[in-house]
């Protein structure tokens, strides 16, 4: 079992920035992959991002390339994702998921948070 709980969510206006925390417990070295997810209201969950333990290997959906990196700390069993220059589009409850291994594929993640709500105002 593998327990997450984000941190960091809030108001922001389009442009600020804002650092999504995320803090793993449980059976953390058996899981390969770790991501983040969000889902504005009315909409899927999607895929934002994901990373594996030993930060080698990262990949972004299209959305926030090179603009919200994702990054962890292994030795703390944290995972953060960094959110700058905020657009209205990205306000949405942000997810941090734990998966067996490297996928961007939602159904894959069987290890979920309860969610940080992110608001971006014009």
């Known amino acids: 079992q593998v327990q997450l709980a984000e941190s960091g969510g809030g108001l922001v206006q389009a442009g600020d920035s804002l650092k999504l925390s995320c803090a793993a417990s449980?059976?953390?070295?058996?899981?390969?992959?770790l991501g983040w997810f969000r889902q504005a209201p009315g909409k899927e969950r999607e895929f934002v991002a994901r990373i594996s333990w030993s930060g080698y290997s990262t990949h972004y959906s299209d959305s926030v390339k090179g603009r919200i990196p994702i990054s962890s700390d292994n030795t703390k069993k944290m995972l953060y994702l960094q959110m700058n220059s905020l657009k209205k589009e990205d306000t949405a409850v942000y997810y941090c998921?734990?998966?067996?291994?490297?996928?961007?594929?939602?159904?894959?993640?069987?290890?979920w948070g309860q969610g940080s709500q992110v608001t971006v105002s014009s």
């Open positions: 998921a734990a998966a067996w291994s490297s996928t961007v594929v939602t159904s894959l993640y069987p290890y």
């Open positions: 449980g059976h953390t070295f058996r899981t390969y992959a």
